[in-house]
């Protein structure tokens, strides 16, 4: 499987950074809507998996579960899709080597994180609440018992086991961007994410599905909500741009800045340069031009 060393990663998450953070304000909608929608159905996969095995299986089950949830982000990066804690990365990688202004990178992140939203509140009310994936028998049992898991949490235990989910979706994200091939792709993927699940760490996104849907069957308030979404959003920020894309940056932005001007001098310099064209006698029509 081809990839790339990390110097040519660390550019590539410059130019994806700038992407993101220039993308039409239509294809943020669609993408962040997907983006949300994507790392539910991941989660949603999880809880219908480990719902009903035996207790007395202990941690195997959170291994179980952990293996099935990164289906999510590989639909993010291979399907298609904006996610907020990928963006924290990539997007700041992008303002550290300044191709973008920090204006830019809180517009994407506030309207990421709005779209995310709204993706999974739509995977837990339709699918958990009308489809009744998680709002009965087992499965509203392991729900309560994950949201309310999240949400006993204070502020710092909170915010620091964030950074650490952050540190390893971004790795996930950063590990994908350097495999050339979508079968390396997805192994970057599952190991990362599925490490940061089977650990027991807050993604605020995540969140953004599981606690709604145990809100919807009655369980918990959208002030506990607001209460856990604060940490884990400062949380996962540091972890995203501080733990991968300020210490990548540090590390090889020297790299980078050798391999822009090897690939400036590359380039050919007409300036100055006058170019003369001759006509080809039966190529054009005098008048008819």
């Known amino acids: 499987m081809a990839y790339l060393p990390p110097y040519k990663i660390a550019q590539l998450t410059v130019e994806n950074g700038q992407k993101?953070?220039?993308?039409?304000?239509?294809?943020?909608?669609?993408?962040?809507?997907?983006?949300?929608?994507?790392?539910?159905?991941?989660?949603?996969?999880?809880?219908?998996?480990?719902?009903?095995?035996?207790?007395?299986?202990?941690?195997?089950?959170?291994?179980?579960?952990?293996?099935?949830?990164?289906v999510g982000l590989i639909l993010i990066i291979i399907g298609g899709g904006e996610l907020l804690t990928g963006n924290m990365m990539a997007v700041s990688m992008a303002y550290l080597s300044r191709r973008i202004t920090l204006g830019l990178l809180l517009k994407n992140w506030f309207w990421i994180t709005l779209f995310n939203?709204?993706?999974?509140?739509?995977?837990?009310?339709?699918?958990?609440?009308?489809?009744?994936?998680?709002s009965a028998g087992p499965y509203l049992d392991k729900t309560v018992a994950?949201?309310?898991?999240?949400?006993?949490?204070?502020?710092?235990?909170?915010?620091?086991?964030?950074?650490?989910?952050?540190?390893?979706?971004?790795?996930?994200?950063?590990?994908?961007?350097?495999?050339e091939d979508i079968g390396g792709k997805i192994l970057a993927i599952w190991f990362p994410i599925m490490a940061f699940v089977a650990i027991g760490f807050q993604h605020v996104v995540a969140n953004m599905f599981v606690i709604p849907a145990a809100i919807f069957s009655g369980y918990y308030s959208w002030i506990d909500f607001i209460r856990n979404f604060i940490p884990v959003f400062l949380g996962n920020a540091i972890g995203g741009s501080?733990?991968?894309?300020?210490?990548?940056?540090?590390?090889?932005?020297?790299?980078?800045?050798?391999?822009?001007?090897?690939e400036s001098k590359r380039k050919p310099n007409h300036a100055g340069t006058k170019w003369f064209t001759f006509p080809k006698a039966g190529l054009r029509r005098q008048g008819n031009e």
């Open 117 to 134: 939203f709204i993706g999974a509140l739509f995977i837990a009310y339709f699918f958990g609440q009308v489809a009744e994936l998680t």
């Open 242 to 262: 501080v733990f991968v894309s300020m210490f990548y940056w540090i590390a090889y932005r020297g790299t980078m800045e050798t391999e822009s001007q090897k």
């Open 20 to 70: 993101k953070a220039n993308l039409p304000f239509s294809s943020v909608l669609v993408l962040g809507f997907l983006g949300g929608a994507f790392i539910s159905l991941g989660y949603l996969l999880d809880i219908r998996v480990i719902a009903s095995l035996p207790e007395e299986w202990g941690s195997l089950n959170s291994l179980i579960g952990a293996a099935v949830f990164p």
């Open 146 to 179: 994950i949201a309310g898991g999240k949400l006993e949490d204070g502020f710092f235990p909170s915010f620091v086991s964030a950074i650490g989910c952050n540190w390893l979706v971004g790795l996930a994200v950063w590990l994908a961007y350097g495999a």
